[in-house]
């Protein structure tokens, strides 16, 4: 008789297609988004099986990509596919008719987006239900929070900054904005939102992140997250002279290698730390680069945040 295996939860995000027509001169894709493949569902219901025998999963995040351009049948075939397994399924593109049953659908608004008008006018007026995911990019350091937070009011999902990260695929964008820039930025970003929460709509998911990274529910290890590729891979995050790339692996065995061998560099590099696995909102440990765990903008929420229950 064999006693039960405890399995931990992981989120998959998926990635159908890379292929974006508004061609975002940020994005992280670079030329990639110019290839026209679409991956087959036939092979990722086998890779979803093969995560399971390891892990329970917790949630799937479909993003790409825009994935506007998948079929009505594509999208109920993946569907399908993906309930078995998680109900918690978040979508991240321009919605069509064929999508708009997900629970959870963010939204890219970007400044430097072609379709940043018709994005920001449909998650504030059209469907204020729908979630902001904006890229954290170095002009907004420019301007003032309150500019920034207050353009999405009318929006009632959750509104996320993420941080920009140098991409392989697009080494010429001139984007500088480092660790410690981006966690000032987050700082005035919160702040801003504490202070005034009264006059937003909106819930601020940076701010329920660190709440959870603080009482020990969120770590930035990379067994947390696999990515499925447009060809049928898993993969990890990984870099390459500091610029991040998706390195892809035939087998979740192979990549579950490459997530060990991460825990001990998280380990090694951050456990003397103050805030390992108790405030660290990293979004990857990334080698040979300072800490991105934003610091300060997490001992900011200690100390005057977590008590006051009405805003966490």
Known sequence: MTGKINKKPITVSIMPTYYCRNKCNYCYLGEQTNQAKIFDLKLLAKQLAQIARFYIIESVELYGGDLSILSENFITEMD????????????????????????????????QRPDYGKNLELVTKEHPEYNVI???LDWERHVSARYLLRQYNGCKGYVTFIPYSQSWNNKEYPERFSASAYDEFLLQIIREYYDYRHEYTFK?????LIRDAINGKYTPEMENNIFITPNNKFACVSYLRGFEFFREFKTVGEWKKIAEADRENYLQRCAHCEF?????VADHVVPHLDCNGCRQTVDWVRQFAMEDKRWI
């Open 276 to 280: 390992y696995k108790k405030g660290c």
């Open 134 to 136: 904006t890229v954290a």
């Open 80 to 111: 399908d596919i993906l309930l078995e397994y998680t109900e918690n399924i978040i979508y991240t593109s321009s919605p069509t008719p064929h999508t708009s049953h997900y629970k959870n659908i963010n939204i890219s608004v970007n400044h």
């Open 204 to 208: 601020l998911s940076n701010l329920e």
